[in-house]
């Protein structure tokens, strides 16, 4: 409390306080222009939304091609661990920029051209990156001891990962994914570069009619009222898996 009220004080007596003051806290312009960035936030939930359901699939399979011990699959393992590399390397904003403006140029017949449709994929192909590496980390902590009693049990390698190994795993990084996708909620503001109009556009079309940047305040409380829940869900599930594991060691 010290400090946040130390920086406070430091902030309004500052010099151009009473310019930033009239930039950034515009009481009435916060009020008309929530309502049409609220409006134009449906589309990034929609983006997440979307792009949510088809990167837990392909992280998913990602991981699973990573994690093969088979032999004969060793092609697919190499070009999993190929796209993660790529993928991770590069950063979501160039992947948009890439897909969002070379695939419609590219006028293939049958080929959508929606700069919505491209911003999800781009995202999906971005985050599905890292997304599967915390499947893989999940699947890799469970102990060797667990796949040996199933196969003495007589499960084959792929009942052993599907019954036994990819439950436990999955479960262990709930909170990682959440983690994800809580980054993913904020990113969908990066499709705006393409041309979708949604929140953090939005934010920018008013601020340049009025002169003044509200507007983006608006944005970011809009912003905070989906992502602090979810961190705050994500701090219980960690806490409920610390005590849940706690426990089983002293069992």
């Known amino acids: 409390m010290v400090v946040f009220s130390g920086l406070a004080a430091l902030i309004v007596t500052s010099p151009g306080w009473p310019d ?30 979307i792009a949510e359901a088809f990167i837990l699939v392909l992280s998913l399979l990602v991981a699973l091609a990573r994690s093969s011990r088979t032999p004969v699959l060793f092609p697919v393992r190499l070009l999993s661990a190929v796209y993660v590399d790529l993928f991770r390397g590069i950063p979501a904003l160039l992947v948009i920029l890439l ?20 911003a999800i994929v781009a995202l999906v192909l971005s985050y599905s990156a890292y997304v599967s590496e915390v499947f893989r980390a999940g699947i890799d902590s469970v102990h060797e001891s667990q796949r040996a009693s199933a196969r003495s049990l007589g499960l084959t390698s792929a009942q052993t990962m599907r019954y036994v190994v990819l439950p436990q795993g999955v479960r262990r990084v709930v909170p990682p994914l959440l983690n994800d996708f809580i980054a993913l909620q904020k990113e969908t503001a990066l499709v705006s570069v393409i041309g979708p109009i949604e929140a953090a556009r ?39 898996q610390r005590r849940r594991t706690g426990t089983r060691a002293q069992a």
């Open 20 to 49: 930033v003051r009239r930039s950034f806290f515009d009481g009435d312009l916060y009020r008309t222009s929530i309502d049409d960035i609220a409006q134009a936030f449906t589309l990034n939930v929609k983006i997440f939304m």
């Open 99 to 118: 897909f969002g403006f070379g695939m419609p140029a590219l006028r293939l017949e049958g080929v959508p051209t929606d700069p919505v449709f491209w």
């Open 202 to 240: 939005r934010a920018q079309i008013i601020s340049s009619k009025n002169f003044n940047f509200t507007s983006y305040l608006a944005a970011a409380t809009i912003f905070l009222a989906i992502t602090i829940p979810l961190t705050r869900l994500t701090d219980w599930l960690v806490v409920r």
